[in-house]
T-cell receptor
């Protein structure tokens, strides 16, 4: 059974700090999602990646398929970045397998 | 930009009552997913549809939960009777094909009293 582990579980940062959230998984995957969930509950897909690195604004996602590891970075963090960040993996055509999420609080 | 629609956004019910949630996926998306997310946990798949057919419902508690997507477009998830442990966020997602990027709806937050 594939396990998706995220760290840290909770993270508090000061506004402007550089933030890293990590995700590791145990079996081969075809792709990995980084998702953002705000307190209201809706989920937004930030990235889907299968290799290398993607950047969107202040967000950067990297993945190392050989090491079965991905990271989500937030540069110049802002209070509006406060949310739960969830890593989810795709194995073939099977449904997403989700991590438990990392709760980020950015304090002004 | 097209979005996945869900209703209601919030539902409070008493245990043993019936509840139903509705999802309208993005137009043209053949694959539809229902997830349940308990507070503090990641979502878990309840059921996956490919068009009108159920592809995976192995984690659906079939004694009380049912899901349908009769015309392969919108979908309904029903719980009867609701139990206290069903309190959770119910998320719907859709994708053009299985295994590609999923788009999530805003979710229905259920509280069973």
């Amino acid at each position: 059974k594939n396990e998706v582990e995220q760290s840290p579980q909770n993270l508090t940062a000061q506004e402007g700090e550089f933030i890293t959230i990590n995700c590791s998984y145990s079996v081969g995957i075809s792709a990995l999602h980084w998702l953002q969930q705000h307190p209201g509950g809706g989920i937004v897909s930030l990235f889907m990646l299968s290799s290398g690195k993607k950047k969107h604004g202040r967000l950067i996602a990297t993945i190392n398929i050989q090491e079965k590891h991905s990271s989500l970075h937030i540069t110049a963090s802002h209070p509006r970045d406060s949310a739960v960040y969830i890593c989810a993996v795709i194995i073939g055509n099977t449904p997403l397998v989700f991590g438990k999420g990392t709760r980020l609080s950015v304090i002004a | 930009e097209a979005e996945v629609a869900q209703s209601p956004r919030y539902k409070i019910t008493e245990k043993s009552q019936a509840v139903a949630f509705w999802c309208d996926p993005i137009s043209g998306h053949a694959t539809l997913y229902w997830y349940r997310q308990i507070l503090g946990q990641g979502p878990e798949l309840l059921v996956q549809f490919q068009d009108e057919s159920v592809v995976d419902d192995s984690q659906l508690p079939k004694d009380r939960f049912s899901a349908e997507r009769l015309k392969g477009v919108d979908s309904t998830l029903k719980i009867q009777p609701a139990e206290l442990g069903d309190s959770a966020m119910y998320l719907c997602a859709s994708s053009r094909l299985a295994g590609v990027d999923q788009y999530f709806g805003p979710g229905t937050r259920l509280l069973v009293l």
